[in-house]
Nanobody, 119 residues
Framework: VQLQASGGGLVLPGGPLRLSCAAS????????MGWYRQAPGKQCELVAD???????NYADSVKGRFTISRDSAKNTVYLQMNSLKPEDTAVYYC??????????????WGQGTQVTVSS
């Protein structure tokens, strides 16, 4: 299983950015897809995730600014980030919790994509 993330970059404060992450490989079913981030000198934290049923979960710091969505047919998750702040600067990692076959649960991470919010 591979996770291919894209969409990071440099953006001005207040601007938008959208991240995408596509899962590929031999997958039986995907349970949860999400995004984590790690800023320099800080612990990795959950940004947002979404279940197969569409239930979403957000970090308090991004509620109202970020929106996570999912295209199950494409095994792809998106993170629309609006009103970006300098404190959103971090490496963002895609995460996928899935079943490789019935009863065989596993977790995968993408390669990380840098998001820098700066003027």
């Amino acid at each position: 299983v591979q996770l291919q993330a894209s969409g990071g970059g440099l953006v001005l404060p207040g601007g938008p950015l959208r991240l995408s992450c596509a899962a590929s490989g031999s997958i039986f079913s995907i349970e949860t897809m999400g995004w984590y981030r790690q800023a320099p000198g800080k612990q990795c934290e959950l940004v947002a995730d979404i279940t197969s049923g569409g239930t979403t979960n957000y970090a308090d710091s991004v509620k109202g600014r970020f929106t996570i969505s999912r295209d199950s047919a494409k095994n792809t998750v998106y993170l629309q980030m609006n009103s970006l702040k300098p404190e959103d600067t971090a490496v963002y990692y895609c995460n996928c919790k899935l079943y490789l076959r019935p009863g065989m649960f596993s977790q995968y991470w993408g390669q990380g994509t840098q998001v820098t919010v700066s003027s």
